[in-house]
């Protein structure tokens, strides 16, 4: 599986190019981009896979107060674009990371078909990102690390 097969990544950016494309294979074609938390509070577009939503529409960044936004930093996991009256081209948005704040969402497109994803796959996918965000974010945190040695020099 997918989940398993995360933990074998060095690199996060490696790992969220996998991951979109796994979403997207998954969401048949939808799309799904990856974004992750500036500094500013938008959020900017880290990777995105190359049909469905982020190909048709989805912005670079997103506004700190996106609906999407909004309701996955009041605790939701999943938000319906629809639901929370969001004009983002896709279908949902879902945490991948939240420690103290909204790290990083992933949005998710509609599919071609029509049809929208049915509540065991969305169980699905919130279960994979749950996992995956945190192997995703322990990557971020070596690379932090690596970078903090390489300017500083080791710890004495």
Known sequence: SFTADARGFTEASSLAAALV??????AARAGATLYVRA???RFERK?????????TGAPETLNADEPVAVALRAGRSVARCDEVHSTLPGELAMVLSRQRELDALVLIGRRHDGCVLR???VAALRATLQSV???WQALRWEALQRERVRACGPAP
């Open 133 to 135: 965000g945190v192997e």
């Open 21 to 26: 494309g796994a979403i997207d294979r998954f």
């Open 119 to 121: 509540s065991d796959e």
């Open 39 to 41: 500094s500013d509070g």
């Open 47 to 55: 990777q995105a896979s190359t049909t469905g939503a982020s190909q």
